[in-house]
């Protein structure tokens, strides 16, 4: 039986580990876990680093699937090979969907006083934490956000706020959740919810999207 190849993009700074909860049938599915690559440099297009992320993709026709920032890279992805279908997470199917308040950091230019540092040294400052929720998401991001180049995340940033696309794509399957606090649920169109779901919910709702992309995967069939 040839398996159905399923390329996983993760979020902004992310890396694979973002997937580890994810399950899906070993006999009907292959997953691929793509790492982010740097930027040719901060002004590289979108575009052009799309197609650069191709060269990783070895399958004919395979399905994507990106969490959050990972969700427009997929799509920008699909514009250079075909694939059977496009599904994304915790992500936005065109710039209309973007919160006000990241529109505004757009315009405003506020997203380059984005604490990019804080990021790439987040040993360095986690002690300023204090709270336990803020300590939670410090450990968080110790184990999943590892891409920590500066010129990665300030591009990463830039290309978020300014993704041109304007019209949905077709072929593509949105699922978020009903409580994302980036991309908030009223901002969002045709999308499968999840109840309860966060922006992270890759990791603590895998279970649910884990069944979600099961059956629409098979669906293709």
Known sequence: MTKIP???VPGLAANTK???FISLPEEHFELIFLDWILPSNLNEPI???AKRMCEKIHHEKPILVG???GGV???EMSKHISCSKVIIISSIKNNQELPNRLKLAQITKAYKLFPSKIISNIEKYEQYFFNDYLKKRAELYKIYLSVRD?????WAIFNVLHWKQSNTLPYVTHIHGDNDEIFPIKNIKGALIIE???HIMI?????TISKILETECFLLN
């Open 18 to 20: 973002i997937f580890e």
């Open 47 to 49: 575009h052009d680093y």
């Open 6 to 8: 399923i390329y996983f």
């Open 67 to 69: 969490v959050s920032f």
């Open 73 to 75: 890279m997929v799509q």
């Open 203 to 207: 990791l603590n709702k895998a279970k």
């Open 150 to 154: 500066k010129t990665y995340l300030q």
């Open 196 to 198: 309860k779901g966060t």
